[in-house]
Structure formats: structure tokens, C-alpha cells
């Protein structure tokens, strides 16, 4: 059992000759401007106009503008090619980005504030989305795209956890505007690189072979929705439950008089997440999508309704620690979901939608969530949260009837 779990470790050793370091390297550093503007927005624009709701609108607009915009994009890089498509996102969405952070340094409000937002949201390029399109390109090996999704999960929960309190720094360092300013400068040096090093085109099929140029026939938009429809409704549920635990661990750390601890214990469940996605290769490929999916969902749900009853802020973040253990696996597999049901020629617009499920979910945990904080305290932001998990189980029965 030893040498098994360390030679499934060892898995990730293969993945920079897969994809190349500098690759991997830029795709990391590209993911940051994407997890810093939402807090970065709120910090910037309430302290600019003075009101926390024109903070939460402007962070509104960009989320909204972003989940719709994403499989867009998705779809015109499976029609069009990456380098192409992203070519052309990556400078708009620094441009964006700039005229953001002079928005918040010159108070601007209202319409022209908003306007910005969703230009921004719009053009802003789900970094973790192509990546894991071009893992199910250049690998055809299930062991080795299971490793490449579990790294780029890992990844991606890391980035979460770390963009947000890397916006507290800069803003505490500098101005509250400088989260703003600092992505608009990574996306010049991360994100359009990215984009400059984007394969050209990704054949629909091995039996097409379309001029380099040339569009060819891809599925639409809403065949790939329907066909992917059990991933989404898992993302959308595990975005729904990052927004509502925001909520509810804001609240406890607030009744019980910490208030500025509500941050570090929401990022042990960030971090048990990844640890636990890092640690999927490890899981034998007889343990089917359905069970993962499953134990995923049981193990959420139980440590939520625990969490609930535990006393003091140390045992409420342990708990987190705990659920984190859960999520990260139920993470991965929904991407692994999603790849295997996608038709072909749709990675790109899957893998977006995924995504856009993801952010979606957030606003709408975070405004329910909320609600339910204030008027029930945090047990009832947790038992909602709680409620969620619960669907990915019926979720997970209906994986165990058509065996993706």
C-alpha cells in the first residue's frame, strides 16, 4: 500500500513534460488577477464612495458579467482556438482592469462604476478552465488527466484562499485601490502571456483536420449545458456552499467576539480542500465517479450540521478542516464528471460553464447565506449550507445510473 501510494504521488512528476514548466509556471501566476478583483472591488469602492452596498453592487456586476460572459468565451475558443479568442480577451481585460483601478482613485459612482464592472467581468479569461481543456488534449491517459485535475483543483483552491488575503495586504500597504492596480499589471504579465502560448486550434475529433484557420462543426452551447448537467448542478451546489459558509463563519466569529478570525478559519477548509484534491491520484480507478461523488456529499453535510453545534471558534474551524476534507474530492470529480460527459468538441464551453456554476453559486450562497446570518445567526446560514451537500448526493445517484 506504501509503494502504491507513493508511486500515485509520484504521478505529478510526469505532468511538466506533459505541459512544460514555464506553462504551468504562468498558469498559476494568471489564475491571481481573477481571485483578487472581487474582494479587491468591495475594498476598493466602499472605501472610495463611501458605502459598503455601492462595494457589494460593484462586486455584484463584475461576478454577474463574468458567469455569463465565461462559456461564451468557451465556446468561441472551441470554435476559433485559444490563441485566437484569448488573444484578444487578455489586453481588453487589462484594459478593463486599469480603468478600474481610475475609477476607484478618481470616486467614481453609479452607472460609469458599473458599466467598468461588468466590462471587466465580461473580459475576464477563467484561467483554470483552458487549462484543464488543454490536459484533456494533450493526454489521453484517464491516470494522468486525473492527476492533471487534481493539481489544477489543488491549484485553484490555493489561489482562492491566498488572492483574498493577498488583496488585504496590498490594500493595508498602499492605497485600497492597489489590489485593482496590481491584477491589471498581472494580467500584462501572466494572463496575455497565457494567451500568447495557447495552442492554435483543438480538433473537434482525430477524423477531422481542418485548415489552420478554418471553423469547424462544434456542438452548441446548450447540448454541452444538458449533456454536462449533473457537473454543473455539483458545481453550482459547492459555489452555493463557499458563499453561504462565508456567511455563517463571518457570523460565528462575530458572536463569539472575533470577528477578524472569521478569515483564517474559513481558509483551513480552503486548505484541507486542497490538500484532500491534491491526494485524489491516490484513489484507485475502481472506486467509480458516482462514490466519489457520493461519500463527497455525505462527508460535507455531516461535519456542516456538526459545525453547527460546537462552541468556540477553535472547534468550529477544526470542523471546517474537516468538511475541506470532503469538498476538495467531490471538486475534482466534478471536473473528471464533466470532461467524461462533454461532447466532443465542447472541453472549452464545459469547463467555462463549470466555472460560471462555480461563481454563480457564490453570489447566491453569499446573499442567502447572509440573510439567513441575520436573521437566525449563524446556524441558520450553516443549515442551509448544510442542505446543499445533500443535493450532490442525489446528484450521486444519478452518476451510479449512467456511469459517465
Do not use: H
Request: proline share 6%; aromatic share 8%; with cysteine.
Amino acid at each position: 500500500m506504501r509503494s502504491a501510494f507513493f508511486g500515485a504521488m509520484a504521478g505529478y512528476k510526469a505532468l511538466p513534460g506533459i505541459a512544460g514548466w514555464p506553462q504551468m509556471v504562468i498558469a498559476v501566476f494568471a489564475r491571481i488577477p481573477a481571485a483578487m478583483v472581487p474582494l479587491g472591488a468591495m475594498v476598493a469602492f466602499t472605501d472610495s464612495t463611501g458605502s459598503i452596498a455601492t462595494g457589494g453592487l460593484a462586486t455584484g456586476f463584475v461576478a454577474i458579467a463574468t458567469a455569463i460572459f465565461s462559456p461564451l468565451i468557451g465556446q468561441w475558443v472551441d470554435r476559433y482556438g485559444q490563441r485566437r479568442v484569448l488573444s484578444i480577451f487578455a489586453p481588453l481585460n487589462a484594459i478593463a482592469l486599469l480603468a478600474l483601478f481610475l475609477a476607484a482613485i478618481w470616486g467614481l459612482d453609479e452607472a460609469p462604476l458599473f458599466l467598468i464592472c461588468a466590462l471587466t467581468g465580461a473580459t475576464t479569461i477563467p484561467i483554470g478552465s483552458f487549462t484543464r481543456a488543454r490536459w484533456s488534449e494533450v493526454t489521453q491517459n484517464p491516470k494522468e488527466l486525473g492527476t492533471a485535475f487534481s493539481y489544477e483543483s489543488t491549484v485553484d483552491e490555493l489561489v482562492f484562499v491566498l488572492g483574498p488575503a493577498f488583496v488585504g495586504f496590498a490594500a493595508s500597504a498602499a492605497v485600497s485601490a492597489a489590489p485593482l492596480g496590481i491584477a491589471a499589471a498581472l494580467v500584462i504579465v501572466a494572463v496575455l502571456p497565457f494567451a500568447l502560448t495557447s495552442p492554435k486550434r483543438m480538433p473537434a475529433s482525430p477524423a477531422e483536420e481542418p485548415g489552420e484557420d478554418a471553423p469547424v462543426t462544434r456542438p452548441g452551447i446548450l447540448m454541452t449545458l444538458r449533456k454536462i448537467s449533473p457537473a454543473l448542478i455539483i458545481m453550482g451546489c459547492i459555489g452555493t456552499f463557499f458563499g453561504s459558509s462565508q456567511a455563517a463563519i463571518t457570523e460565528r466569529a462575530a458572536e463569539f467576539g472575533s470577528p477578524d478570525a472569521a478569515g483564517l478559519s474559513y481558509a483551513l477548509m480552503g486548505i484541507g480542500s486542497a490538500a484532500m484534491a491534491l491526494l485524489m491520484v491516490v484513489v484507485p480507478d475502481r472506486v467509480s465517479l458516482a462514490t466519489r461523488v457520493l461519500i463527497g456529499g455525505l462527508g460535507m453535510a455531516v461535519f456542516t450540521l456538526i459545525t453547527i453545534v460546537q462552541g468556540n471558534l477553535v472547534m468550529t474551524s477544526v470542523m471546517l478542516l474537516f468538511t475541506g476534507l470532503f469538498l476538495g474530492p467531490t471538486l475534482v470529480t466534478a471536473f473528471t464528471a464533466a470532461e467524461r460527459l462533454a461532447p466532443k468538441g465542447g472541453m472549452s464551453s464545459a469547463m467555462t460553464s463549470l466555472q460560471a456554476s462555480l461563481t454563480v453559486g457564490v453570489s447566491v450562497g453569499s446573499a442567502i447565506g447572509g440573510g439567513l446570518a441575520a436573521a437566525a445567526g449563524s446556524a441558520g446560514a450553516y443549515l442551509f449550507a448544510a442542505a446543499l451537500p445533500v443535493v450532490i448526493v442525489f446528484v450521486g445517484v444519478i452518476l451510479a445510473r449512467i456511469r459517465p
